[in-house]
Protein backbone atom coordinates (compact mmCIF):
# COMPACT_ATOMS: atom_id res chain seq x y z
CA UNK A 1 0.00 0.00 0.00
CA UNK A 2 1.50 3.18 -0.97
CA UNK A 3 0.57 6.39 1.64
CA UNK A 4 1.22 9.86 1.63
CA UNK A 5 -1.65 12.44 1.51
CA UNK A 6 -1.63 12.63 5.46
CA UNK A 7 1.64 14.19 6.67
CA UNK A 8 0.74 13.05 9.80
CA UNK A 9 0.37 16.71 12.00
CA UNK A 10 -2.81 17.87 11.29
CA UNK A 11 -2.09 18.71 7.80
CA UNK A 12 -2.19 16.66 4.23
CA UNK A 13 -0.57 17.38 0.78
CA UNK A 14 -2.52 16.72 -2.63
CA UNK A 15 -3.32 14.78 -4.19
CA UNK A 16 -5.05 12.90 -1.52
CA UNK A 17 -5.68 9.96 -4.53
CA UNK A 18 -2.87 10.05 -6.30
CA UNK A 19 -3.84 8.15 -8.94
CA UNK A 20 -6.75 7.87 -11.78
CA UNK A 21 -9.60 8.16 -9.93
CA UNK A 22 -11.16 10.34 -12.56
CA UNK A 23 -14.96 12.47 -12.44
CA UNK A 24 -14.83 11.97 -8.40
CA UNK A 25 -18.08 12.57 -6.90
CA UNK A 26 -18.12 12.69 -2.85
CA UNK A 27 -20.97 11.74 -0.21
CA UNK A 28 -21.42 12.21 3.47
CA UNK A 29 -23.83 9.54 5.24
CA UNK A 30 -23.65 10.19 9.39
CA UNK A 31 -19.92 10.14 9.85
CA UNK A 32 -18.51 8.04 6.82
CA UNK A 33 -18.15 9.46 3.69
CA UNK A 34 -18.29 7.97 0.24
CA UNK A 35 -16.59 8.21 -3.06
CA UNK A 36 -16.92 6.73 -6.59
CA UNK A 37 -15.47 7.39 -10.43
CA UNK A 38 -15.65 6.87 -14.08
CA UNK A 39 -14.48 3.61 -14.56
CA UNK A 40 -15.50 3.80 -17.92
CA UNK A 41 -15.08 -0.17 -20.20
CA UNK A 42 -13.23 -1.88 -16.99
CA UNK A 43 -15.16 -4.80 -15.02
CA UNK A 44 -16.05 -4.37 -12.03
CA UNK A 45 -16.92 -0.81 -12.70
CA UNK A 46 -17.90 2.17 -10.57
CA UNK A 47 -15.38 1.64 -7.64
CA UNK A 48 -16.51 3.01 -4.18
CA UNK A 49 -14.27 4.31 -1.34
CA UNK A 50 -14.69 4.76 1.83
CA UNK A 51 -13.19 7.47 4.19
CA UNK A 52 -13.67 9.19 7.85
CA UNK A 53 -11.61 12.17 7.02
CA UNK A 54 -11.42 13.20 3.22
CA UNK A 55 -7.74 12.35 3.12
CA UNK A 56 -7.20 8.53 3.94
CA UNK A 57 -9.18 6.91 1.33
CA UNK A 58 -9.67 2.77 1.06
CA UNK A 59 -11.55 1.17 -1.94
CA UNK A 60 -14.25 -0.78 -0.32
CA UNK A 61 -16.04 -2.57 -3.20
CA UNK A 62 -18.17 -2.18 -6.51
CA UNK A 63 -21.41 -0.91 -7.67
CA UNK A 64 -21.16 -2.26 -10.89
CA UNK A 65 -20.09 -6.09 -11.86
CA UNK A 66 -20.75 -6.32 -15.74
CA UNK A 67 -21.52 -3.49 -18.20
CA UNK A 68 -24.52 -3.42 -19.84
CA UNK A 69 -25.31 -4.23 -22.95
CA UNK A 70 -22.98 -6.79 -22.04
CA UNK A 71 -22.62 -8.22 -25.20
CA UNK A 72 -20.95 -4.60 -26.57
CA UNK A 73 -18.20 -4.97 -23.79
CA UNK A 74 -16.74 -8.27 -24.42
CA UNK A 75 -13.69 -6.16 -26.12
CA UNK A 76 -12.18 -3.09 -24.47
CA UNK A 77 -13.63 -0.20 -24.74
CA UNK A 78 -12.16 2.91 -23.19
CA UNK A 79 -13.39 5.74 -24.18
CA UNK A 80 -17.29 4.11 -23.36
CA UNK A 81 -18.73 2.70 -20.50
CA UNK A 82 -19.60 4.46 -17.07
CA UNK A 83 -18.85 8.79 -17.63
CA UNK A 84 -18.94 10.62 -14.28
CA UNK A 85 -21.13 9.19 -11.85
CA UNK A 86 -23.10 10.59 -9.27
CA UNK A 87 -23.24 9.50 -5.82
CA UNK A 88 -26.90 10.23 -3.74
CA UNK A 89 -28.43 8.95 -0.42
CA UNK A 90 -31.83 8.85 -0.58
CA UNK A 91 -34.77 7.21 1.18
CA UNK A 92 -32.27 4.95 3.02
CA UNK A 93 -30.50 4.11 -0.10
CA UNK A 94 -26.92 4.91 -1.63
CA UNK A 95 -27.35 6.04 -5.54
CA UNK A 96 -25.16 6.06 -8.30
CA UNK A 97 -26.57 7.85 -11.66
CA UNK A 98 -24.05 8.01 -14.93
CA UNK A 99 -24.25 8.61 -18.55
CA UNK A 100 -23.06 6.00 -20.89
CA UNK A 101 -22.52 8.46 -23.94
CA UNK A 102 -23.58 5.41 -26.45
CA UNK A 103 -26.51 4.17 -24.53
CA UNK A 104 -28.17 6.88 -22.06
CA UNK A 105 -28.00 7.41 -18.42
CA UNK A 106 -28.62 4.33 -15.85
CA UNK A 107 -28.98 4.46 -12.49
CA UNK A 108 -28.48 1.70 -9.42
CA UNK A 109 -28.96 1.51 -5.83
CA UNK A 110 -28.54 -0.21 -3.10
CA UNK A 111 -29.46 -0.44 1.23
CA UNK A 112 -25.84 -0.38 1.91
CA UNK A 113 -22.61 0.68 0.21
CA UNK A 114 -21.18 -2.84 0.04
CA UNK A 115 -24.78 -3.66 -1.67
CA UNK A 116 -26.31 -5.69 -2.72
CA UNK A 117 -26.70 -3.18 -5.73
CA UNK A 118 -29.72 -3.55 -8.01
CA UNK A 119 -28.64 -4.44 -12.02
CA UNK A 120 -28.60 -1.12 -14.31
CA UNK A 121 -31.64 0.62 -15.17
CA UNK A 122 -31.99 2.55 -18.39
CA UNK A 123 -33.85 5.73 -16.87
CA UNK A 124 -33.11 7.65 -20.33
CA UNK A 125 -32.53 6.66 -23.48
CA UNK A 126 -30.13 8.11 -26.09
CA UNK A 127 -26.75 9.04 -27.22
CA UNK A 128 -24.40 11.30 -26.05
CA UNK A 129 -26.57 11.69 -22.77
CA UNK A 130 -23.64 12.07 -20.30
CA UNK A 131 -22.77 13.35 -16.71
CA UNK A 132 -26.38 12.93 -15.11
CA UNK A 133 -27.09 14.01 -11.71
CA UNK A 134 -30.16 13.87 -9.80
CA UNK A 135 -31.53 15.69 -7.07
CA UNK A 136 -34.60 15.10 -4.25
CA UNK A 137 -35.85 18.47 -2.85
CA UNK A 138 -36.57 17.42 0.22
CA UNK A 139 -38.61 21.00 0.49
CA UNK A 140 -41.07 19.70 -1.58
CA UNK A 141 -40.45 16.30 -2.72
CA UNK A 142 -40.02 17.34 -6.41
CA UNK A 143 -36.96 14.95 -7.99
CA UNK A 144 -34.78 16.50 -11.21
CA UNK A 145 -31.81 15.49 -12.86
CA UNK A 146 -29.61 16.90 -15.12
CA UNK A 147 -27.05 15.66 -17.47
CA UNK A 148 -24.54 16.88 -20.05
CA UNK A 149 -23.65 16.28 -23.71
CA UNK A 150 -21.21 14.22 -25.76
CA UNK A 151 -20.95 16.16 -29.07
CA UNK A 152 -18.85 13.05 -30.21
CA UNK A 153 -22.03 11.01 -30.19
CA UNK A 154 -25.08 13.64 -30.36
CA UNK A 155 -23.35 16.59 -32.33
CA UNK A 156 -23.84 18.75 -28.89
CA UNK A 157 -21.71 19.90 -26.39
CA UNK A 158 -21.66 23.04 -23.74
CA UNK A 159 -24.87 23.06 -22.46
CA UNK A 160 -27.10 21.25 -19.49
CA UNK A 161 -30.37 19.97 -19.93
CA UNK A 162 -32.97 19.26 -17.10
CA UNK A 163 -35.66 17.12 -16.29
CA UNK A 164 -38.26 16.47 -13.95
CA UNK A 165 -37.66 13.02 -12.35
CA UNK A 166 -39.66 9.89 -10.85
CA UNK A 167 -39.35 10.07 -7.28
CA UNK A 168 -38.37 6.45 -7.18
CA UNK A 169 -35.86 7.39 -10.23
CA UNK A 170 -36.79 4.74 -12.79
CA UNK A 171 -37.91 7.46 -15.10
CA UNK A 172 -38.28 10.73 -16.60
CA UNK A 173 -41.45 13.28 -16.41
CA UNK A 174 -41.00 15.35 -19.25
CA UNK A 175 -38.97 15.89 -22.34
CA UNK A 176 -36.27 18.14 -20.86
CA UNK A 177 -35.25 21.87 -21.11
CA UNK A 178 -32.18 23.46 -21.48
CA UNK A 179 -31.59 24.74 -18.23
CA UNK A 180 -27.61 26.43 -19.11
CA UNK A 181 -26.65 27.22 -22.16
CA UNK A 182 -22.73 27.71 -21.83
CA UNK A 183 -22.76 29.25 -25.42
CA UNK A 184 -24.46 32.22 -24.21
CA UNK A 185 -21.81 32.45 -21.01
CA UNK A 186 -18.77 34.53 -22.53
CA UNK A 187 -15.58 32.77 -22.58
CA UNK A 188 -17.00 29.42 -21.83
CA UNK A 189 -16.78 26.32 -23.85
CA UNK A 190 -16.96 22.57 -22.96
CA UNK A 191 -19.41 23.32 -19.84
CA UNK A 192 -19.92 19.38 -18.55
CA UNK A 193 -20.17 17.00 -15.31
CA UNK A 194 -22.98 19.42 -13.85
CA UNK A 195 -23.33 17.80 -9.99
CA UNK A 196 -27.00 19.21 -8.39
CA UNK A 197 -27.32 20.41 -4.73
CA UNK A 198 -30.31 22.61 -2.90
CA UNK A 199 -28.56 25.05 -0.90
CA UNK A 200 -29.87 28.28 1.36
CA UNK A 201 -32.89 28.54 -0.80
CA UNK A 202 -31.05 28.30 -4.24
CA UNK A 203 -30.35 24.95 -6.85
CA UNK A 204 -26.51 24.54 -7.05
CA UNK A 205 -24.75 23.22 -9.80
CA UNK A 206 -20.90 22.69 -9.91
CA UNK A 207 -19.35 22.15 -12.96
CA UNK A 208 -16.62 22.26 -15.13
CA UNK A 209 -15.70 24.08 -17.87
CA UNK A 210 -12.67 25.32 -20.40
CA UNK A 211 -11.52 21.62 -21.33
CA UNK A 212 -10.14 18.78 -18.77
CA UNK A 213 -6.46 19.89 -19.10
CA UNK A 214 -6.99 23.87 -19.35
CA UNK A 215 -10.29 24.57 -17.69
CA UNK A 216 -11.71 25.83 -14.46
CA UNK A 217 -14.36 25.00 -12.10
CA UNK A 218 -17.76 26.96 -12.35
CA UNK A 219 -20.60 27.35 -10.15
CA UNK A 220 -24.07 28.03 -11.34
CA UNK A 221 -26.88 29.08 -9.21
CA UNK A 222 -30.79 29.69 -9.67
CA UNK A 223 -33.98 29.94 -7.41
CA UNK A 224 -36.19 27.85 -10.15
CA UNK A 225 -34.25 24.26 -11.15
CA UNK A 226 -35.15 25.38 -14.73
CA UNK A 227 -33.43 28.29 -14.26
CA UNK A 228 -32.25 31.39 -15.28
CA UNK A 229 -29.09 30.43 -13.74
CA UNK A 230 -25.81 33.17 -12.70
CA UNK A 231 -22.66 31.70 -12.88
CA UNK A 232 -18.95 32.51 -11.22
CA UNK A 233 -15.86 31.19 -12.03
CA UNK A 234 -14.54 29.31 -8.37
CA UNK A 235 -11.57 27.62 -8.71
CA UNK A 236 -8.92 28.13 -11.50
CA UNK A 237 -5.10 27.13 -11.86
CA UNK A 238 -3.60 30.63 -10.81
CA UNK A 239 0.13 30.85 -10.32
CA UNK A 240 -0.05 27.32 -9.30
CA UNK A 241 0.93 23.64 -11.02
CA UNK A 242 -2.73 22.42 -10.85
CA UNK A 243 -4.01 22.52 -14.31
CA UNK A 244 -7.47 22.53 -15.44
CA UNK A 245 -8.95 21.90 -11.87
CA UNK A 246 -11.75 19.71 -12.98
CA UNK A 247 -15.07 18.74 -11.76
CA UNK A 248 -16.14 16.82 -8.63
CA UNK A 249 -17.92 17.08 -5.38
CA UNK A 250 -19.10 18.94 -2.87
CA UNK A 251 -19.19 17.89 1.05
CA UNK A 252 -20.31 18.84 4.39
CA UNK A 253 -19.18 17.21 7.52
CA UNK A 254 -20.68 16.64 10.55
CA UNK A 255 -18.49 19.93 12.16
CA UNK A 256 -20.44 21.93 9.42
CA UNK A 257 -17.31 22.36 7.29
CA UNK A 258 -17.35 22.35 3.65
CA UNK A 259 -14.83 20.48 1.23
CA UNK A 260 -14.24 20.24 -2.59
CA UNK A 261 -12.99 17.59 -4.24
CA UNK A 262 -11.95 17.21 -7.95
CA UNK A 263 -9.75 16.37 -10.35
CA UNK A 264 -6.39 17.39 -12.39
CA UNK A 265 -5.40 15.77 -15.41
CA UNK A 266 -1.58 14.11 -15.10
CA UNK A 267 -1.22 12.27 -18.47
CA UNK A 268 0.08 9.18 -18.08
CA UNK A 269 -0.91 9.02 -14.65
CA UNK A 270 -4.64 9.90 -15.68
CA UNK A 271 -7.04 12.28 -13.39
CA UNK A 272 -5.81 12.16 -9.65
CA UNK A 273 -7.88 13.70 -6.90
CA UNK A 274 -7.31 16.95 -4.98
CA UNK A 275 -9.14 18.28 -1.52
CA UNK A 276 -10.04 21.54 -1.32
CA UNK A 277 -11.28 23.49 1.82
CA UNK A 278 -14.58 25.57 0.82
CA UNK A 279 -16.02 28.61 1.87
CA UNK A 280 -19.03 30.90 1.28
CA UNK A 281 -18.71 34.75 0.47
CA UNK A 282 -20.71 37.43 1.54
CA UNK A 283 -22.67 37.09 -1.69
CA UNK A 284 -23.41 33.70 -1.04
CA UNK A 285 -21.50 32.27 -3.91
CA UNK A 286 -18.94 29.12 -2.75
CA UNK A 287 -14.90 29.66 -2.45
CA UNK A 288 -12.94 27.11 -3.15
CA UNK A 289 -9.14 26.17 -2.17
CA UNK A 290 -6.89 29.81 -1.63
CA UNK A 291 -8.58 32.32 -2.45
CA UNK A 292 -9.93 30.31 -5.59
CA UNK A 293 -6.81 28.42 -6.34
CA UNK A 294 -5.53 25.32 -6.04
CA UNK A 295 -3.96 24.82 -2.38
CA UNK A 296 -1.23 21.86 -2.29
CA UNK A 297 -0.32 21.74 1.30
CA UNK A 298 -3.94 22.37 3.83
CA UNK A 299 -5.08 21.56 7.18
CA UNK A 300 -6.88 18.21 7.78
CA UNK A 301 -10.80 18.82 8.31
CA UNK A 302 -11.81 19.04 11.70
CA UNK A 303 -12.55 15.24 12.26
CA UNK A 304 -11.39 12.93 13.97
CA UNK A 305 -7.77 11.58 13.87
CA UNK A 306 -7.89 8.24 11.17
CA UNK A 307 -4.72 6.38 10.69
CA UNK A 308 -2.70 6.47 7.25
CA UNK A 309 -4.67 4.49 4.18
CA UNK A 310 -4.84 4.42 0.40
CA UNK A 311 -6.24 1.85 -1.84
CA UNK A 312 -4.57 -0.99 -1.76
CA UNK A 313 -2.05 -2.28 -4.37
CA UNK A 314 -0.46 -5.06 -3.56
CA UNK A 315 -1.95 -8.38 -3.74
CA UNK A 316 -0.94 -12.19 -2.26
CA UNK A 317 -3.90 -13.44 -4.24
CA UNK A 318 -5.02 -16.01 -1.58
CA UNK A 319 -7.13 -18.64 -2.87
CA UNK A 320 -5.77 -17.49 -6.04
CA UNK A 321 -8.56 -14.53 -5.28
CA UNK A 322 -7.06 -11.14 -6.69
CA UNK A 323 -8.22 -8.35 -4.91
CA UNK A 324 -10.45 -4.97 -5.14
CA UNK A 325 -7.62 -3.18 -7.24
CA UNK A 326 -8.02 -5.31 -9.72
CA UNK A 327 -10.37 -4.81 -13.61
CA UNK A 328 -10.03 -5.77 -16.43
CA UNK A 329 -10.26 -4.50 -19.69
CA UNK A 330 -13.31 -5.93 -20.54
CA UNK A 331 -16.58 -7.95 -18.71
CA UNK A 332 -14.68 -10.86 -17.61
CA UNK A 333 -15.55 -14.80 -18.80
CA UNK A 334 -15.20 -17.72 -16.65
CA UNK A 335 -12.39 -19.72 -16.33
CA UNK A 336 -10.15 -16.51 -16.89
CA UNK A 337 -8.70 -16.90 -13.34
CA UNK A 338 -9.28 -20.11 -11.06
CA UNK A 339 -9.22 -20.44 -7.10
CA UNK A 340 -7.28 -23.11 -5.72
CA UNK A 341 -6.00 -24.09 -2.33
CA UNK A 342 -2.90 -22.39 -2.20
CA UNK A 343 -2.19 -18.26 -2.82
CA UNK A 344 -1.14 -17.13 -6.17
CA UNK A 345 -2.87 -15.93 -8.94
CA UNK A 346 -3.67 -18.19 -11.95
CA UNK A 347 -4.60 -16.67 -15.14
CA UNK A 348 -5.48 -19.20 -18.00
CA UNK A 349 -3.78 -19.26 -21.09
CA UNK A 350 -6.49 -17.88 -23.07
CA UNK A 351 -6.56 -18.31 -26.68
CA UNK A 352 -6.68 -15.01 -28.51
CA UNK A 353 -5.81 -13.88 -32.62
CA UNK A 354 -4.74 -10.75 -31.16
CA UNK A 355 -2.05 -12.26 -28.77
CA UNK A 356 0.30 -9.64 -30.31
CA UNK A 357 -1.49 -6.42 -28.80
CA UNK A 358 -2.56 -6.18 -25.70
CA UNK A 359 -5.22 -2.90 -26.24
CA UNK A 360 -7.37 -5.69 -28.26
CA UNK A 361 -7.48 -8.02 -25.48
CA UNK A 362 -10.34 -8.24 -22.33
CA UNK A 363 -8.45 -10.78 -20.62
CA UNK A 364 -6.04 -8.45 -18.99
CA UNK A 365 -6.49 -7.77 -15.42
CA UNK A 366 -5.07 -4.22 -14.18
CA UNK A 367 -4.68 -1.42 -11.59
CA UNK A 368 -4.25 1.78 -11.70
CA UNK A 369 -0.50 3.52 -12.12
CA UNK A 370 0.48 5.09 -9.17
CA UNK A 371 1.48 9.09 -9.71
CA UNK A 372 4.99 8.61 -7.67
CA UNK A 373 8.12 7.38 -8.28
CA UNK A 374 8.01 3.03 -7.47
CA UNK A 375 8.72 -0.13 -8.45
CA UNK A 376 6.00 -2.58 -9.31
CA UNK A 377 6.73 -6.18 -9.61
CA UNK A 378 5.77 -9.90 -9.39
CA UNK A 379 6.63 -13.37 -9.47
CA UNK A 380 5.46 -14.97 -12.50
CA UNK A 381 5.59 -19.19 -13.29
CA UNK A 382 4.69 -20.23 -16.67
CA UNK A 383 2.86 -23.84 -16.22
CA UNK A 384 1.51 -23.70 -19.90
CA UNK A 385 3.18 -26.41 -22.58
CA UNK A 386 1.60 -24.54 -25.39
CA UNK A 387 3.92 -23.61 -28.08
CA UNK A 388 3.51 -19.69 -28.05
CA UNK A 389 2.28 -19.64 -24.76
CA UNK A 390 3.18 -16.14 -22.61
CA UNK A 391 2.18 -14.40 -19.74
CA UNK A 392 4.03 -11.19 -17.83
CA UNK A 393 3.46 -7.78 -16.73
CA UNK A 394 2.27 -5.12 -18.75
CA UNK A 395 2.40 -1.80 -18.69
CA UNK A 396 -0.83 -0.21 -21.09
CA UNK A 397 -1.81 2.66 -22.30
CA UNK A 398 -1.72 4.02 -26.15
CA UNK A 399 1.38 2.81 -26.65
CA UNK A 400 2.44 -0.46 -24.05
CA UNK A 401 5.18 -2.46 -22.92
CA UNK A 402 5.38 -5.91 -21.15
CA UNK A 403 7.99 -8.17 -19.95
CA UNK A 404 7.29 -11.71 -19.21
CA UNK A 405 7.74 -15.61 -20.13
CA UNK A 406 6.87 -17.46 -23.53
CA UNK A 407 7.13 -21.25 -24.23
CA UNK A 408 9.24 -21.44 -27.46
CA UNK A 409 8.68 -24.49 -30.38
CA UNK A 410 11.51 -26.26 -29.34
CA UNK A 411 9.70 -26.54 -25.58
CA UNK A 412 11.88 -24.02 -23.48
CA UNK A 413 11.01 -21.01 -21.49
CA UNK A 414 12.21 -17.42 -22.79
CA UNK A 415 11.88 -14.46 -20.95
CA UNK A 416 10.93 -11.61 -23.64
CA UNK A 417 10.45 -8.15 -23.36
CA UNK A 418 8.33 -6.29 -26.07
CA UNK A 419 6.29 -3.01 -26.58
CA UNK A 420 4.81 -1.34 -29.33
CA UNK A 421 4.04 2.20 -30.07
CA UNK A 422 0.62 3.72 -30.51
CA UNK A 423 0.42 3.80 -34.20
CA UNK A 424 2.29 0.49 -34.00
CA UNK A 425 -0.17 -2.91 -34.90
CA UNK A 426 1.97 -5.44 -33.61
CA UNK A 427 4.68 -5.52 -30.65
CA UNK A 428 8.48 -5.90 -31.57
CA UNK A 429 11.07 -7.10 -29.42
CA UNK A 430 12.76 -4.46 -26.52
CA UNK A 431 15.29 -6.69 -26.00
CA UNK A 432 16.97 -10.16 -26.91
CA UNK A 433 15.07 -12.92 -25.47
CA UNK A 434 17.09 -15.89 -23.13
CA UNK A 435 16.26 -18.89 -22.07
CA UNK A 436 14.87 -19.37 -18.36
CA UNK A 437 15.69 -23.52 -17.47
CA UNK A 438 13.43 -23.01 -13.98
CA UNK A 439 10.49 -21.28 -16.17
CA UNK A 440 10.06 -18.73 -13.55
CA UNK A 441 11.20 -15.11 -12.99
CA UNK A 442 10.55 -12.34 -10.69
CA UNK A 443 9.90 -9.04 -12.94
CA UNK A 444 9.83 -5.10 -12.21
CA UNK A 445 8.99 -2.01 -13.72
CA UNK A 446 10.52 1.03 -12.09
CA UNK A 447 8.64 3.80 -12.54
CA UNK A 448 10.53 6.74 -12.37
CA UNK A 449 9.53 10.62 -12.88
CA UNK A 450 7.26 11.44 -15.64
CA UNK A 451 6.31 7.82 -16.07
CA UNK A 452 9.51 7.34 -17.49
CA UNK A 453 9.96 3.33 -17.01
CA UNK A 454 12.88 0.65 -16.91
CA UNK A 455 11.71 -2.96 -17.06
CA UNK A 456 13.95 -5.19 -14.85
CA UNK A 457 14.05 -9.22 -14.11
CA UNK A 458 15.57 -11.44 -11.70
CA UNK A 459 15.62 -15.14 -12.52
CA UNK A 460 16.77 -15.92 -8.60
CA UNK A 461 20.24 -17.16 -9.50
CA UNK A 462 22.00 -14.82 -7.58
CA UNK A 463 22.54 -12.40 -10.24
CA UNK A 464 20.29 -9.46 -9.08
CA UNK A 465 18.33 -7.68 -11.27
CA UNK A 466 19.31 -7.39 -14.59
CA UNK A 467 17.22 -4.75 -17.11
CA UNK A 468 15.85 -4.83 -19.77
CA UNK A 469 15.62 -2.81 -23.26
CA UNK A 470 15.19 1.28 -23.39
CA UNK A 471 13.24 3.39 -20.91
CA UNK A 472 9.57 3.09 -21.65
CA UNK A 473 7.47 6.46 -21.85
CA UNK A 474 3.99 5.17 -20.10
CA UNK A 475 1.16 7.26 -21.94
CA UNK A 476 -2.59 7.48 -21.19
CA UNK A 477 -5.21 4.70 -23.05
CA UNK A 478 -7.54 7.39 -24.71
CA UNK A 479 -8.32 9.53 -21.49
CA UNK A 480 -7.92 6.70 -18.94
CA UNK A 481 -4.75 6.59 -17.44
CA UNK A 482 -1.89 3.89 -18.34
CA UNK A 483 -2.97 0.80 -16.50
CA UNK A 484 -0.45 -2.19 -14.68
CA UNK A 485 -1.84 -5.26 -16.12
CA UNK A 486 -0.91 -8.54 -15.42
CA UNK A 487 -2.18 -11.64 -18.29
CA UNK A 488 -1.60 -14.78 -19.60
CA UNK A 489 -2.24 -15.73 -23.23
CA UNK A 490 -1.72 -18.81 -26.29
CA UNK A 491 -2.26 -18.79 -29.34
CA UNK A 492 -5.21 -19.42 -31.79
CA UNK A 493 -6.15 -23.41 -31.30
CA UNK A 494 -8.03 -26.12 -29.85
CA UNK A 495 -8.39 -27.12 -25.89
CA UNK A 496 -7.11 -25.93 -23.09
CA UNK A 497 -3.59 -24.20 -23.21
CA UNK A 498 -2.30 -24.01 -19.51
CA UNK A 499 -2.11 -21.75 -17.04
CA UNK A 500 0.38 -19.45 -15.38
CA UNK A 501 1.02 -18.20 -11.89
CA UNK A 502 1.65 -14.66 -10.04
CA UNK A 503 2.39 -14.52 -6.93
CA UNK A 504 3.52 -11.62 -4.23
CA UNK A 505 2.06 -8.12 -6.48
CA UNK A 506 3.91 -5.53 -4.87
CA UNK A 507 4.15 -1.86 -5.57
CA UNK A 508 7.00 0.04 -3.21
CA UNK A 509 7.43 3.53 -3.21
CA UNK A 510 11.05 4.72 -3.24
Known amino acids: MITGADLGDGTYRNPVLNADWSDPDVLRVDDDFYLTASSFGRAPGLPLLHSRDLVNWTLVGHALERLQPAAEFTVPRH ?62 GEAYLVHAWARSRSGVKNRLTGHRMHPEGTGLLDEGKVIVDGDRIPGWFTLEGPKLYKHDGWFWILAPAGGVETGWQGALRSRDFFGPYEERIVLEQGDTDVNGPHQGGWARTSAGEDWFLHFQQRGPYGRVVHLQPMSWDADGWPVMGDAGAPVAVHRKPDLPVQPPAAPATDDDFPGGRYGRQWQWTANPQDGWATQHSGDGLRLSCVRSADAHDLRKLPNILTQRLPGIVCDAEVELRLDSEEPGARAGLALLGDSFGWIGLERADDGTVRLVHRFAESVAERERDAGRPRTVPEGRVRLRIAIGAGARCRFAYDLGAGDGWEPSGPVFAATPWRWVGALLGLFALAPVGGGHAGAATFTQFRVSSL
Open 79 to 140: DCGVWAPSLRYHDDRFWIFWGDPDHGIYQVNAPAVRGPWTSPHLVKEGKGLIDACPLWDEET
